[in-house]
């Protein structure tokens, strides 16, 4: 704690072993609200995310398809262009996502995702779909039977990303989900606790006591280790 390090100053091994901040960080309100909607999101979102992209990418890798250089521009275009934070709050909001689960799976379409799976698809030898089509399998036979087997280097990338990615986020439940503890995800949750730690610094008592037997630098590590 403070109080520790302010009487025997830095060591590298503890003076006292304790435990007090994983119970802390354990006891934050909502601790398993947020921890079944972050395993929600991320066996949703994983699956969605390779699935989508994956298809997308299939088609835009193919040259002579009708459109496909104005698909793979319209893709790369909103890379780079954004509508912005409150425009896309009044779009998901009309759309019904606020304050709903389902605005943590918007983002499963990524066009940085397709893009890497699509480069990764165009180094596959061509040869190896016009032998499957000759011997009488379809496109949809040739993508899941044998172009997504010997992608798995890609689709790894893909899962791991995406994994961490959606795990970590908080922004969006402070953005659209923010009235409705229901919906909170582990992320925010122990941000949360980690501001109320913060807090209890300058404030004496109050509902931020639980909080007092601990460091802030302490819980904010245990809350590392958490996630």
């Known amino acids: 704690s403070d109080a520790t390090t302010l009487r025997y100053g830095f060591r590298i091994l503890p003076s006292k072993f304790t435990l007090d901040s994983y119970a802390d960080a354990i006891k934050s309100p909502n601790m398993l609200v947020g921890l079944k909607n972050s395993l929600l999101r991320v066996l949703f979102a994983v699956p969605l995310t390779v699935i989508i992209n994956s298809m997308a990418a299939y088609a835009t890798s193919k040259q002579d398809m009708v459109g496909g250089k104005f698909l793979r521009l319209f893709f790369m275009m909103t890379m780079y262009l954004n509508a912005g934070m409150i425009p896309t709050f009044i779009t998901m909001k009309n759309y ?99 501001s109320s730690a913060k807090a209890s610094i300058s404030m004496d008592g109050g509902s931020f006591k639980e909080f007092s037997s601990v460091s802030t630098t302490t819980l904010q590590a245990a809350l590392t280790m958490i996630t």
Not at 161 to 185: P, S
Request: net charge negative; hydrophobic share 55%; proline share 4%.
């Open 96 to 194: 019904g996502l606020v304050g709903s689960f389902w605005i943590y799976l918007v983002a499963v379409c990524t066009p940085f995702f397709m893009i890497l799976i699509r480069n990764y698809f165009s180094g596959v030898p061509q040869s190896l779909e016009d032998a499957a089509l000759l011997d009488g399998a379809g496109y949809w036979s040739y993508f899941v039977r044998i172009l997504l087997p010997v992608s798995k280097p890609i689709i790894a990338t893909v899962v791991l990303f995406t994994f961490v990615n959606h795990w970590n986020m908080y922004a969006d439940t402070l953005m659209y989900n923010l009235t409705n503890q229901d919906l909170y995800t582990l992320q925010y949750v122990l941000y949360l606790a980690l």
